[in-house]
């Protein structure tokens, strides 16, 4: 099953998906090949449709590492994820083609967004981190910029130095659908974006090739999960009541900007 999703992703690959939706589908897809393993489905031929209904009882009964249910967003973009990587196998004739539509997807109940910060929320998290080391000064630049600009947590991780545009200040991210597009950087963030590239980020490259903005501390490009991790302990540390993620800032920085009175066809 694990060579039959190797070559899914490459499939995917050759399409040129880009790399956060090639993550997800990785991600996703080995984890429900996880579950398969422990309950010793070894292979396609053994799949039935019960297995996909424990599965999905299984993503309804899983808690996070906070003890909260996975939302019904999260748990159908794994379906999403896995539905694909079974109409691929149902293709190569591997499966039958009315297993992938068997797996089913939960309903999303439609509610405004709640995780939102204030701007003075914001402005207090992010003085608390510290920055007197190098790890404390690219996560309090990295969350400078995801603020100011409101871009998403994925374009924000696979920013290259390249770029970024000091003298401009603006940024050039991939967006959904691998589309480009220039964002502004505000007076504060370009200030610790600045100081990140030129002081701070050579203490942690490994490799002069690497062209990642912002580095783990094996100097490589900072992975989502631990970006999603930091987050959660500057968040905790101050006890917002709020649940605070990654999109948390870009839901708060257009919220700023909608009351301030920009207009929303620019905000958009």
């Not at 209904?53 to 896995?82: C, D, F, M, Y």
């Amino acid at each position: 099953m694990r060579q039959h999703l190797a070559d899914y992703i490459e499939h995917k690959r050759s399409l040129n998906l880009s790399a956060y939706t090639l993550r997800s589908i990785r991600y996703n897809a080995t984890g429900f090949l996880d579950w398969l393993a422990s309950h010793r489905i070894a292979g396609p031929d053994q799949l039935r449709r019960a297995h996909l209904a424990a599965w999905l009882t299984h993503l309804q009964e899983h808690r996070t590492t906070r003890g909260l249910p996975l939302k019904p967003k999260s748990i159908n973009k794994k379906i999403e994820n896995v539905r694909g990587f079974l109409s691929y196998l149902a293709a190569e004739g591997l499966i039958p083609s009315a297993l992938a539509a068997a797996l089913e997807y939960v309903k999303e109940p439609k509610l405004l967004p709640t995780s939102v910060l204030t701007h003075e929320q914001v402005r207090k998290l992010l003085r608390s981190i510290r920055t007197d080391s190098a790890i404390g000064y690219r996560d309090r630049a990295m969350l400078e910029l995801l603020y100011s600009t409101g871009i998403r947590a994925g374009e924000v991780l696979a920013l290259d130095v390249a770029r970024v545009d000091l003298k401009n200040a603006t940024a050039t991210v991939y967006g959904k659908g691998r589309k480009e597009r220039v964002v502004p950087i505000g007076k504060t963030a370009l200030r610790y974006t600045e100081s990140y590239l030129t002081a701070v980020r050579p203490f942690l490259l490994r490799d002069r090739t690497e062209q990642a903005v912002f580095l783990d501390p094996q100097g490589k490009r900072l992975p989502y999960h631990c970006f999603r991790r930091l987050v959660h302990k500057y968040a905790d540390a101050l006890g917002i009541a709020v649940n605070v993620t990654p999109h948390t800032f870009r839901r708060s920085c257009t919220t700023e900007l909608l009351r301030s009175g920009a207009n929303m066809y620019h905000v958009k």
